[in-house]
């Protein structure tokens, strides 16, 4: 393209002219200078109006510089705990009431918002006292069961010692003997232990005996009695048994299999050993007495505040679930308040500050029909403020690019969203996305064209639509389901073009439709003694291909060659009405003289090559070759053979008289429109830089005010880039415009060609899915018909069940979205880029029901990560193995009593 563009950015409507989607919105750079009492009402005013986007008037300050930064810092920290309250509710498993982002819910005073930043501390202090009272409780619970299965199970083992302690006493007798001096290595087993397994207690112990008790998950049990045997090499007695009842862990709310271990061993070296390796594997100990009064003591105690605690823990849980329903009700409505206000200030940081500091100034585009409604909307945002003095808004005239802003409804949505994903349209220039509403289901049609799997993307468009209000706020589809429920409209004009093309087709799942009578019949001709069938016309078919094609050998050779010229057809009409979409946006930014030296030269050269090729295809269907001599002559040799042989025609390829003349004046023609396209347009800017300079001015000023490429800012930001001013602008340069339009030449004249060639991926695509729909039909379907009817409904029943799902995968799904990647590409490359720049950045206005749509969204993955980080919290501070602080008095006793 030529590297000096000029066009007037800021053109408005004619009056009365009514705004459509061939071009953009008109837009009106408007200054306001807003009381600083009443700014804060009145940005809210216009964030539930949603028509201005407002321009960074500081973009030299970060963002800790800014007016607002401490009242932003505050809502942020309200956030915070806004979403540690959502966070509980989550939890909780509490359902919340969520208000439908459509619903205008007005923004707030400055009164109601400290108002809502001290309930918020309020109930965040009160749940954080809650969950701590029941993280306590609910450990002190678990410990009271653990203790009470170990008391009652090591009543059980104590037992078991007493019955049999006449078993022992020799033993015990030599360990007497030793005068008390008895070592820590002496083996407790009398037999060898190297080849044995760890000895059990099968009988008492005795005075020198101690013991250690606990609890311990049962699937670390195996390896606590291996680690065990092999510290003390056999040293101890030890037993367990199994906890019947699931424990629930309190820190991670996981249910926990658990067993109950004693161990008997003398030396207090190896006792206090046996204890740091029971709590390095998770283990808790319980420490109880040995006499047997005080564990049933301990056991009654034990039950008896076991009763007491769970009293307690159901009050505060009935406690804590009736404040957090409370909150349930009104969290939602408290984060859209909090997401208003935060993005009330984050506009207000745009604004300048003027030295006063009494009044703000703020700069924004606004639609140019919405001008009236945004003064209305001033004048009741100082009414309602009771402010004497109203917000003042004037009109700037500037040489900024303005957005782009295309009026869509629910119907045209999609399809202008296929274009902006190409790139925003320049501001007013001609809009792809109105054409495409018909072009692009039109090219999806023509490769997918197919009767029967029309009907199926129809069915599933129209059910789309048809259920749009109920499924517009369903959130359980995820991503995909809302790009298809987001496009329903194009899937729903796929399957209808589908349908049509498909009748012209006569293609139904692969089978051809008897609904007219044919224009053909099949009659016995004998030749040379021999009797064969010859198809002979008699008719003509009224719509699309005669069913009788589908018993023809020839079949896919006729429809090849059908399918293929009207692929070139089709391309050559599409890209030319895409040159001829040139004119409007040369008028519009008032380059009337590209017309005539670039616009024109390019349609004059695809006529003359290209059109050429059509009109032959045309008129090669309407010869009757039976009539002539020769064998009719192929398209593309004859046109290969135009360059290459100049000015000859062969005999053989020759379709009319004068052919070679005709081919030589439109190749002269063509190759004559070549330097015109290259050195037009900078001849003429040229000329009109050389004009000013005689005047005086060093910038050039061509029909019409000076301007430069729009850059577009990140985001859809008002951070546009200025236009040269009209007495001055950006110093004209010959060489850098000949560069930038030899490129563009080189890349119009080789594009014509690939491009043409581009389209027969219309032709490819067809036939391949009428190839893979024949090829399902024959080996799946088809096989049902030949079996015998005793089993041939069963057959039916499976063999249809299984093509009906690869029909769905494979073809509709798999192809349909080839054919959707490649109808696509064709608007994107072949099409736009004969006349769409696409280098202009999107309107994006401050509007409540946006930025509440986006805060939805990121308060849920908020959500969802602050519970992950406050379980792995209190996994981190949760003590792993740590022994039992039970401060029971009961406790106290019976670590004394050992």
């Not at 119907?411 to 274009?419: A, Y």
């Not at 042989?645 to 081919?663: I, K, L």
């Not at 696409?838 to 308060?859: C, H, T, V, W």
Request: proline share 4%.
């Amino acid at each position: 393209m030529p590297s000096l563009d000029i066009r007037d950015g800021n053109r408005r409507r004619r009056p009365g002219q009514a705004a459509s989607l061939f071009r953009s919105e008109d837009m009106t750079l408007a200054q306001m200078f807003i009381p600083t009492e009443i700014a804060q009402p009145t940005v809210a005013e216009l964030g539930e109006l949603g028509v201005v986007e407002f321009r960074d008037l500081n973009p030299d300050l970060n963002p800790f510089q800014r007016s607002y930064v401490n009242e932003i810092r505050r809502l942020d920290e309200a956030e915070r705990k806004l979403r540690f309250l959502w966070s509980q509710c989550d939890r909780a498993t509490m359902p919340v009431r969520k208000y439908p982002r459509t619903t205008s819910l007005r923004a707030r005073s400055q009164m109601e918002i400290d108002q809502l930043e001290v309930k918020l501390s309020k109930l965040e202090t009160r749940i954080r006292q809650m969950n701590d009272s029941g993280e306590t409780l609910n450990r002190r619970f678990l410990e009271l069961t653990e203790l009470r299965y170990v008391l009652r199970e090591t009543a059980v083992f104590f037992e078991e010692a007493e019955s049999r302690q006449a078993e022992i006493m020799p033993t015990a007798a030599r360990s007497s003997a030793t005068v008390g001096n008895a070592m820590d290595d002496d083996p407790l087993l009398p037999a060898d232990i190297e080849g044995g397994k760890m000895g059990r207690l099968d009988g008492p112990t005795n005075a020198h005996l101690g013991f250690v008790t606990g609890v311990i998950p049962r699937r670390k049990m195996g390896t606590f009695e291996r680690i065990l045997w092999r510290a003390f090499r056999g040293n101890l007695f030890m037993n367990a048994v199994e906890i019947d009842e699931v424990i629930t862990d309190p820190v991670t709310d996981e249910q926990v299999f658990k067993n109950v271990f004693v161990i008997f061993a003398h030396g207090r070296e190896i006792l206090n050993k046996s204890r740091r390796l029971s709590e390095s594997l998770g283990a808790t100990l319980y420490p109880i007495s040995e006499s047997p009064e005080r564990r049933r003591e301990d056991t009654l105690e034990v039950t008896a505040r076991l009763e007491d605690l769970t009293e307690i823990l159901s009050s505060t849980q009935v406690a804590r679930r009736t404040e957090l329903s409370g909150i349930a009700e009104e969290i939602d409505s408290w984060n859209v308040m909090l997401a208003k206000e935060k993005a009330i200030y984050h506009a207000m940081n745009m604004f300048h500050v003027q030295a006063n500091r009494k009044t703000l100034m703020a700069e924004g585009w606004i639609p140019t029909p919405s001008i009236g409604i945004v003064q209305e909307t001033l004048k009741m945002a100082a009414e309602q403020a009771g402010s004497t003095v109203g917000t003042v808004l004037q009109e700037v005239q500037t040489k900024r690019d303005p957005p782009t802003y295309h009026r869509t409804n629910t119907f045209t949505e999609g399809f202008q969203s296929i274009v902006d994903a190409y790139g925003p349209a320049r501001y007013q220039e001609v809009n792809p996305g109105l054409f495409t509403i018909i072009t692009f289901p039109f090219l999806f049609a023509v490769m997918f064209g197919d009767f029967g799997h029309g009907i199926m993307i129809t069915m599933v468009g129209a059910a789309l639509v048809i259920k749009q209000r109920s499924l517009a706020n369903w959130n359980g589809g995820g991503e995909i389901f809302a790009m298809l429920f987001g496009g329903r409209y194009i899937i729903l004009l796929m399957g209808l073009f589908s349908i049509y093309t498909g009748l012209i087709y006569n293609d139904i799942v692969s089978k051809m439709m008897s609904l007219f009578e044919s224009g053909w019949e099949y009659r016995t001709v004998t030749e040379n003694d021999r009797e064969f069938q010859r198809a002979v016309q008699v008719g003509v078919y009224p719509v699309g291909i005669d069913w009788n094609w589908q018993f023809a050998d020839n079949k896919l050779l006729y429809l090849n060659s059908v399918k293929m010229k009207m692929s070139v057809i089709i391309g050559v009409i599409h890209m030319l009405f895409a040159i001829t979409l040139n004119v409007y946006n040369h008028i519009h930014y008032r380059q009337k003289s590209r017309i005539l030296v670039e616009t024109i030269p390019q349609f004059v050269f695809m006529l003359a090559i290209f059109g050429y090729l059509v009109f032959m295809i045309f008129y090669k269907w309407l010869i009757d070759w039976d009539t002539r001599d020769i064998s009719p002559p192929g398209l593309l040799n004859m046109l290969i053979f135009m360059f290459l042989e100049f000015g000859t025609v062969d005999s053989s390829q020759r379709f009319y008289e004068n052919q070679a003349t005709v081919q030589n004046i439109l190749v002269i023609v063509g190759a004559a429109m070549i330097p015109v396209i290259l050195l037009g347009w900078p001849l003429i800017q040229r000329q009109q830089w050389k004009k000013r300079e005689a005047q005086g001015y060093s910038h050039i000023n061509q029909e019409g005010s000076p301007a430069t490429p729009s850059s577009s800012s990140g985001e859809g930001s008002s951070q546009s880039v200025d236009r040269p001013d009209p007495q001055g602008g950006e110093c004209f340069s010959f060489s850098g415009t000949m560069m930038g339009q030899v490129i563009h030449t080189i890349e119009f004249v080789l594009g014509t060609i690939s491009n043409t060639a581009s389209y027969l991926r219309l032709w490819a695509l067809s036939l391949a899915h009428a190839q893979l729909s024949e090829v399902l039909w024959d080996m799946v379907l088809a096989n049902a018909f030949n079996m015998g009817p005793g089993v041939q409904a069963v057959a039916m029943f499976f063999l249809w069940g299984g093509w009906f799902v690869l029909t769905v995968f494979v073809l509709l799904i798999m192809e349909g979205l080839s054919a959707f990647l490649h109808a696509l590409r064709l608007h994107w490359v072949e099409f736009n880029s004969k006349f769409y720049l696409g280098d202009g950045y999107l309107y994006s206005p401050f509007a409540f029901s946006r930025i509440l749509k986006e805060n939805q969204a990121e308060m849920e993955v908020a959500v969802a990560a602050a519970g992950q980080a406050a379980q792995q919290q209190k996994l981190q501070a949760s003590p792993s193995g740590a022994s039992s602080q039970f401060a029971a008095g009961s406790s106290s006793k019976a670590k004394r009593a050992s």
